[in-house]
């Protein structure tokens, strides 16, 4: 498996790609004016507390006021002696008009604002900082247990040296040298204490800490040993990125490459056509089958069908090599729309046991490469796979789009027949109600050119029925479902 990551930068956005043996994985997008808030730290105020849903809401200077469950708030004076919370009354933990000291673990989404935690998290290229906790964690994707015993002894090792906080290893520490992992605590216990003094002096409902940029965001994050290349098409970008690895990641620095090429660095893999499909609905596999995917607010429906694939041996088989296929894809598109919460997909029905294991296991295989937390069931007795996956921030069709104006983002509109007939019935409103000598009904194109055809006739009785004029005018402005009818 090799990785290459692509940045392209522009003056008020940075575009970056995860790109896997050629074919594009992820997308992430920042914008000057809409910066993701994951990972920053702000001094919040307490604004109002809801012991119904055991929570509270925190300004922290932002547009709307961000979110803090009682599960999310640490506290030394709830905690028991086997570390149990005594507690998880709202009330108890927060007051209105308290200050605290909050983090960001999931951007605004929709009309939700974001949410927040008391247990702060500062991340480093190989460890993260658990201010106020004891215990050692490691990533769950370093598998050799001699390796994890190793990384947890250095660290250990580290803490006995100063009085310390809780760490857990990220993947990246895998095989990293001793001297490297406690020059990171060195470095993430001097942080937190300048974060503590910032706060100290901070004024309510400001930031006290902003994780790093996108493009230095993905090299500590996300470049590990597949990773080939980096290729960054601004060279300002590539002057600030190479002291930062150089600095840190010191092992990344020749894979680091300004890219001056006159043709586009995203062209180069055809990642703007692939994000231009991943905003379609339906996804084309390679054997003719395809996919109907639909985002909705409460979970996203993903549709497997045969399509044009026909197969060369029986129903059965077809439907299997279908599911087979679409496993992989289904994980792709998760990644590349960065689609999460609860997902419900719907494969092609099979009969046999056998076929359905194999499916769930492609599924699972392919989502071991994804980032993101992810969580599969079984197959249901209706024959959907229901899973979770960890959403932090917005989907890529979220970010790049709008709802339509038109049908307000339903995907549909009322037909030009189903509003002559609301017509029909406002104006027995408007005539029974008030007095007038005549009605002029404004409405779409489409709508006037059938009410002056195919339903001239009851037209024709409704003025007959009032005993009073109606009148037709065309609003170019007029979307097809709006009218109004105006009495003269």
């Given at each position: 498996?090799?990785?290459?990551?692509?940045v392209?930068?522009t003056?008020r956005?940075?575009r970056?790609a995860?790109?896997?043996?050629?074919?594009?994985?992820?997308?992430?997008?920042?914008?000057?004016?809409?910066?993701?808030?994951?990972?920053?730290?702000y001094?919040?105020?307490?604004?109002?507390?809801l012991?119904?849903?055991?929570a509270?809401?925190?300004?922290?200077?932002l547009?709307?006021?961000?979110?803090?469950?009682a599960?999310?708030?640490?506290?030394t004076?709830s905690e028991?002696?086997?570390?149990?919370?005594?507690t998880?009354?709202?009330?108890?933990?927060v007051?209105?008009?308290?200050?605290?000291?909050v983090q960001?673990?999931?951007?605004?989404?929709?009309t939700?604002?974001?949410?927040?935690?008391?247990?702060?998290?500062?991340?480093s290229?190989?460890l993260?900082?658990?201010?106020?906790?004891?215990?050692?964690?490691?990533?769950?994707?370093?598998?050799?247990?001699?390796?994890?015993?190793?990384?947890?002894?250095t660290v250990?090792?580290?803490?006995?040296?100063?009085?310390?906080?809780?760490?857990?290893?990220?993947?990246?520490a895998?095989?990293?040298?001793?001297?490297?992992?406690?020059?990171?605590?060195?470095f993430?216990r001097?942080?937190w204490t300048?974060i503590q003094?910032?706060?100290a002096?901070?004024?309510?409902?400001?930031?006290?800490?902003?994780?790093?940029p996108?493009?230095?965001?993905?090299?500590?994050?996300?470049?590990?040993?597949?990773?080939?290349?980096?290729?960054?098409?601004?060279?300002?970008?590539f002057?600030?990125?190479?002291?930062?690895?150089?600095?840190?990641?010191?092992?990344?620095?020749?894979?680091l490459?300004?890219?001056?090429g006159?043709?586009?660095v995203?062209?180069?893999?055809g990642?703007e056509?692939?994000?231009?499909k991943?905003?379609?609905?339906?996804?084309?596999l390679?054997?003719?089958?395809?996919?109907?995917?639909?985002?909705?607010?409460a979970?996203?429906?993903?549709?497997?069908?045969?399509?044009a694939?026909?197969?060369?041996?029986?129903l059965?088989?077809?439907?299997?090599?279908?599911?087979?296929?679409?496993?992989?894809?289904?994980?792709?598109?998760?990644?590349?729309?960065?689609?999460?919460?609860?997902?419900i997909?719907d494969f092609?029905?099979?009969?046999?046991?056998?076929?359905?294991?194999?499916?769930?296991?492609?599924l699972?295989?392919?989502?071991?490469r994804d980032?993101?937390?992810?969580?599969?069931?079984?197959?249901s007795?209706?024959g959907?796979?229901?899973?979770?996956?960890?959403?932090t921030?917005e989907?890529?069709?979220?970010?790049l789009?709008?709802?339509?104006?038109?049908?307000?983002?339903?995907?549909?509109l009322?037909?030009a027949?189903?509003?002559?007939?609301?017509?029909?019935?406002?104006?027995?409103?408007?005539a029974?109600?008030?007095?007038?000598?005549?009605?002029?009904?404004?409405?779409?194109?489409?709508?006037?050119?059938?009410?002056?055809?195919?339903?001239?006739?009851?037209?024709?009785?409704?003025?007959?029925?009032?005993?009073?004029?109606?009148q037709?005018q065309?609003?170019q402005?007029?979307?097809?479902?709006?009218?109004?009818?105006v009495?003269?």
């Amino acid at each position: 498996m090799s990785e290459e990551i692509l940045v392209n930068v522009t003056p008020r956005e940075t575009r970056v790609a995860l790109v896997e043996n050629g074919v594009l994985q992820e997308v992430f997008i920042e914008r000057t004016r809409r910066r993701g808030l994951v990972g920053n730290v702000y001094k919040g105020v307490v604004t109002r507390v809801l012991p119904g849903m055991q929570a509270a809401f925190v300004s922290i200077g932002l547009e709307r006021a961000a979110f803090l469950h009682a599960s999310d708030i640490a506290t030394t004076e709830s905690e028991g002696p086997a570390g149990e919370r005594k507690t998880d009354n709202i009330t108890q933990l927060v007051h209105e008009g308290q200050q605290v000291l909050v983090q960001v673990i999931k951007d605004p989404l929709g009309t939700k604002g974001a949410r927040l935690t008391t247990h702060i998290t500062i991340p480093s290229r190989c460890l993260v900082l658990m201010p106020g906790a004891c215990n050692i964690g490691v990533s769950q994707r370093i598998e050799d247990d001699a390796e994890r015993a190793r990384l947890k002894e250095t660290v250990q090792r580290g803490m006995a040296e100063a009085e310390d906080h809780g760490y857990i290893v990220r993947t990246a520490a895998e095989g990293a040298d001793p001297e490297a992992l406690i020059a990171d605590m060195v470095f993430l216990r001097k942080l937190w204490t300048s974060i503590q003094e910032r706060a100290a002096r901070a004024q309510p409902e400001t930031i006290v800490y902003e994780d790093l940029p996108l493009v230095l965001r993905v090299l500590r994050d996300m470049v590990g040993t597949a990773v080939e290349k980096v290729r960054i098409d601004s060279r300002e970008t590539f002057q600030k990125a190479m002291p930062f690895v150089q600095e840190f990641i010191p092992e990344l620095a020749t894979l680091l490459e300004y890219y001056p090429g006159e043709r586009p660095v995203f062209d180069l893999y055809g990642v703007e056509d692939e994000i231009q499909k991943a905003l379609e609905r339906k996804v084309q596999l390679k054997s003719g089958g395809y996919l109907i995917i639909d985002q909705t607010e409460a979970m996203t429906t993903i549709d497997v069908n045969t399509g044009a694939y026909v197969g060369h041996r029986n129903l059965e088989e077809t439907i299997f090599k279908t599911n087979l296929e679409a496993a992989q894809a289904i994980v792709r598109q998760l990644r590349l729309r960065n689609l999460g919460g609860i997902i419900i997909v719907d494969f092609i029905d099979m009969q046999q046991e056998d076929h359905k294991r194999q499916v769930l296991r492609a599924l699972e295989k392919s989502i071991e490469r994804d980032h993101a937390k992810t969580h599969i069931s079984e197959v249901s007795n209706l024959g959907l796979v229901q899973m979770t996956r960890k959403r932090t921030r917005e989907s890529l069709e979220h970010v790049l789009c709008e709802p339509c104006h038109t049908c307000g983002g339903r995907g549909s509109l009322k037909t030009a027949e189903t509003v002559c007939y609301e017509i029909f019935r406002e104006i027995l409103r408007e005539a029974r109600q008030f007095d007038a000598d005549k009605l002029l009904v404004l409405a779409a194109q489409d709508v006037v050119d059938l009410l002056l055809d195919e339903e001239s006739t009851s037209l024709a009785e409704l003025e007959a029925f009032i005993g009073k004029p109606i009148q037709l005018q065309v609003e170019q402005l007029y979307t097809q479902e709006q009218y109004d009818v105006v009495l003269m």
